[in-house]
C-alpha cells in the first residue's frame, strides 16, 4: 500500500512550515529590535572573551562596587559590535561604563548568552 499526498495536502503542509517559520524570524527580528529598558551600569570588567560554537558573540562580566569593602555584584553582558568589543578590551583594568540596552524574550542564545546587549563604552577614571 502506497500512500501518497494530494497537492492540496502539499500546499497545506509547506503553508505551514512557511508560516511557522515566518513568525519565528519576525518574533526574533522584534525581540532583538525592540528594547526593554537601556541604562548605564559602572565598573570594572573582570572577564571578557569571544564565545559560542557557530554563533561567536563577546561574553563579559562587570564587577558593580558600590561602596569599598563590600562584595561585588556581577553584571553578565553580551557584545555584538567587534568594535565595541576591541574597546572594552583596551580599558581592561580601569573602571568603565557601560551603556547597554536590555532585549527580553530573545528565543536562542545564538544571539548572546544574556540579556544586555552593551553598545557603549567610556573609560570613568
Same mark, same amino acid.
Given at each position: =500500500?502506497? *500512500?501518497? &499526498?494530494?497537492?492540496?495536502?502539499? &500546499? #497545506? #503542509?509547506?503553508?505551514?512550515? #512557511? !508560516?511557522?517559520?515566518? &513568525?519565528?524570524?519576525?518574533?526574533?527580528?522584534?525581540?532583538?529590535?525592540?528594547?526593554?529598558?537601556?541604562?548605564?551600569?559602572?565598573?570594572?570588567?573582570?572577564?571578557?572573551?569571544?564565545? /559560542?560554537?557557530? +554563533?561567536?558573540?563577546?561574553?563579559?562580566? &562587570?564587577?558593580?562596587?558600590?561602596?569599598? !569593602?563590600?562584595?561585588?555584584?556581577?553584571?553578565?553582558?553580551?557584545?555584538?559590535?567587534?568594535?565595541?568589543?576591541?574597546?572594552?578590551?583596551?580599558? =581592561?583594568?580601569?573602571?568603565?561604563?557601560?551603556?547597554?540596552?536590555?532585549?527580553?524574550?530573545?528565543?536562542?542564545? +545564538? *544571539? !548572546?548568552?544574556?540579556?544586555? *546587549?552593551?553598545? /557603549?563604552?567610556?573609560?570613568?577614571?
Amino acid at each position: =500500500m502506497t *500512500f501518497t &499526498l494530494s497537492r492540496t495536502h502539499k &500546499l #497545506i #503542509i509547506a503553508a505551514v512550515l #512557511i !508560516g511557522s517559520v515566518s &513568525l519565528f524570524a519576525l518574533y526574533t527580528w522584534s525581540a532583538l529590535t525592540w528594547t526593554y529598558s537601556s541604562g548605564e551600569r559602572a565598573g570594572y570588567v573582570q572577564k571578557f572573551s569571544k564565545k /559560542g560554537w557557530i +554563533c561567536k558573540t563577546w561574553e563579559g562580566e &562587570l564587577a558593580l562596587v558600590s561602596i569599598p !569593602g563590600t562584595m561585588s555584584e556581577k553584571f553578565y553582558f553580551t557584545v555584538r559590535d567587534d568594535s565595541v568589543a576591541a574597546r572594552i578590551n583596551q580599558a =581592561m583594568g580601569k573602571r568603565v561604563a557601560l551603556t547597554y540596552q536590555q532585549h527580553m524574550g530573545i528565543p536562542t542564545s +545564538c *544571539f !548572546g548568552e544574556t540579556e544586555y *546587549f552593551v553598545a /557603549g563604552v567610556k573609560v570613568v577614571e
